[in-house]
C-alpha cells in the first residue's frame, strides 16, 4: 500500500492547517501537490512567471517543507510556479533555498526542468516526432521560434527519476495534473489503472469532496484500486463526488490520455465505505504503442490597452449591440486613416454576454452595462494611440446622427489602461520520444547548512 497526502489543488490556494496535520499523523508515504496549470491563460507560460503572490507562496511551501521534515518522506510539487517554465523552477528553487537557510534546514531538492528550446523542436517538427492533437493551429519553425517558452507535460516515468534520486524535495517543471500522485504507486507496484484514476481524483485535492476548501485529502494505493479519504473534519467523500471528478477538465469522463497510454474508467465501481471514504476498483491503464508527452507554447501576440465605460440610458442600454457595432467601425475606420493598419478594437459587454459572446443565448440586459474595450495592436504605442482614437466615442457616441450628443461614464480617468505585452497559446501537440528522459533535465541541489 502507498499512501499518499495531497495538502491542496495548487500551492498558494491555501488549506486547512488542521486537515494537514492529520493527514501528517496518517503517516503518507509521500507529500504531492500541484504548482499551477494552464487554466489562467497565457500570460504566465508566455512571461514564464508565477500567478501567485511570492508571500502566499512561501509561507505554505514553508510549513510543507516542515510537513515533509516531520514526516520524513519526499514532498513533490509538480508545475511548479504556475507555468512550469524553467524559470518558474528557479523562482520556487530560490524560495526553497530561503526558507531552508531561515530554518536552518538541509534538503537535497531534485529539479525537473521540462522547458523545450525552439531549435529541438524544430528538428522535431522536421522529423515527425510532433503530431497535432484536436484542434490545433497550424505550426512551423517560424511559429516554433516565436515561441517566449515552450514546456513538454512530464508523466510518471519522469517524476519516477526524480524520485529516484533519493532527494527530500522534488520541484518539477511543467507535468500533468495526475503525474506528481500516481508515480510512487505506480513505482512500488500498485494497481496501475487505480494508480492513474486515484491521481485524476485527488489531482485537485478535496474538489472531489464535500468540502472543497478544505484542501487536504489521503488516497491510499494498493494491488485493486485506491481509497479516498478526506482530512477535513467536516468533509466528505461520497461516490458521487468522487466519480463525478472525471467530468473535471476532461472532455470524456471515461477516458484520460497521459503519456504512455491512457486510463479507462467505464468499468470503475465506487463504494462508500463509511460516510467519509470511498473505495474504488475496475479502472484500467491501457499502454500506448508510442510514448508521447503533450507540448504546450505560447507567444507575444501583441500590446493592449483598455478601457472601461459604464451605460445606464435604458435606450442605449436596449440598443448596446447595435452602438458597440457602430462604434467598433466607426473608431476602427478613424483610427487606419490616422495610423494605418496593425491594430484591432473589440468592444466587450459586461453585464449582456461577455463571458461566452455570441454563443449566449439567453443573454438579457439589465438597467446599467459596462462596455469593455480591447485595443490589440502591434506595439504598445499603437494600442495606446488607437485606445484614444476610441475614447470619444465611448463617452459621447450617440445612437443615430439626429439624436442629442449623450454622455456616458468613465470610472477612472485617464480611461486608458495600458496591459502592456499579451500572450497566446500555440500549440496542442505532442512530441514523440524514445526514452521518457529525452525531453527532460534532471538535477540535484543541496539546500541549508
Not at 73 to 91: H, Y
Not at 99 to 109: F, Q, W
Not at 347 to 367: F, K, M, V, Y
Request: hydrophobic share 40%; aromatic share 6%; with cysteine.
Amino acid at each position: 500500500m502507498v499512501k499518499v497526502l495531497v495538502p491542496s489543488g495548487a500551492l498558494g490556494l491555501g488549506y486547512d492547517r488542521a486537515a494537514l496535520a492529520r493527514g501528517i499523523a496518517q503517516q503518507p508515504d509521500i507529500i504531492a501537490i500541484d504548482g499551477g496549470s494552464t487554466d489562467s491563460g497565457p500570460h504566465y507560460l508566455g512571461t514564464g512567471t508565477s500567478k501567485y503572490a511570492r508571500g502566499s507562496t512561501k509561507a505554505e511551501w514553508r510549513e510543507l517543507m516542515l510537513a515533509q521534515q516531520q514526516a520524513n518522506v519526499p514532498l513533490i510539487i509538480g508545475t511548479a510556479g504556475t507555468c512550469g517554465a524553467d524559470s518558474a523552477v528557479d523562482w520556487l528553487l530560490d524560495i526553497s533555498r530561503e526558507i531552508a537557510d531561515e530554518e536552518g534546514l538541509r534538503v537535497n531538492v531534485a529539479v525537473l526542468k521540462s522547458g523545450q528550446n525552439s531549435s529541438d523542436m524544430c528538428m522535431g517538427l522536421k522529423a515527425g516526432k510532433i503530431t497535432p492533437l484536436t484542434p490545433a493551429p497550424e505550426i512551423s519553425e517560424n511559429l516554433l521560434t516565436s515561441c517566449t517558452n515552450i514546456v513538454a507535460l512530464a508523466g510518471a516515468e519522469q517524476i519516477q527519476a526524480a524520485l529516484n534520486t533519493g532527494a527530500d524535495i522534488v520541484i518539477a517543471g511543467r507535468t500533468t495534473d495526475t503525474a506528481i500522485i500516481s508515480a510512487l504507486p505506480l513505482a512500488r507496484g500498485c494497481h496501475e489503472g487505480g494508480a492513474w484514476h486515484g491521481a485524476k481524483i485527488g489531482e485537485c485535492g478535496a474538489l472531489a469532496t464535500t468540502a472543497p476548501n478544505s484542501g487536504t485529502i489521503l488516497i491510499d494505493f494498493d494491488e485493486q484500486g485506491f481509497t479516498m479519504t478526506p482530512m477535513g473534519e467536516e468533509a466528505r467523500a461520497t461516490p458521487h463526488t468522487v466519480s463525478a471528478h472525471m467530468l473535471y477538465e476532461n472532455s470524456n469522463p471515461d477516458i484520460l490520455f497521459e503519456p504512455g497510454g491512457y486510463l479507462d474508467v467505464s468499468g470503475a465501481q465506487y463504494k462508500a465505505l463509511d460516510d467519509k471514504r470511498v473505495r474504488v476498483t475496475g479502472s484500467k491503464w491501457i499502454v500506448s504503442d508510442r510514448y508521447t508527452v503533450k507540448l504546450e507554447g505560447a507567444r507575444l501576440a501583441g500590446y493592449q490597452t483598455i478601457s472601461l465605460v459604464t451605460v445606464r440610458d435604458p435606450r442605449y442600454v436596449a440598443n448596446i449591440r447595435d452602438w458597440c457595432d457602430d462604434i467598433e467601425a466607426k473608431a476602427s475606420q478613424k483610427a487606419r486613416a490616422r495610423v494605418g493598419d496593425g491594430f484591432e478594437i473589440e468592444l466587450r459587454i459586461i453585464g449582456l454576454d461577455a463571458t461566452l459572446g455570441a454563443i449566449d443565448e439567453a443573454a438579457q440586459a439589465g438597467s446599467e452595462i459596462g462596455v469593455l474595450g480591447l485595443v490589440t495592436a502591434s506595439t504598445e504605442a499603437l494600442s495606446r494611440e488607437v485606445a484614444k482614437v476610441l475614447n470619444p466615442y465611448l463617452l459621447h457616441h450617440p445612437l443615430t446622427e439626429e439624436e442629442e450628443m449623450p454622455t456616458f461614464a468613465f470610472p477612472f480617468s485617464p480611461p486608458e489602461v495600458s496591459r502592456g505585452a499579451i500572450y497566446e497559446f500555440c500549440l496542442n501537440h505532442v512530441l514523440e520520444l524514445d526514452d521518457p528522459m529525452d525531453a527532460f533535465t534532471l538535477s540535484v541541489e543541496e539546500l541549508g547548512a
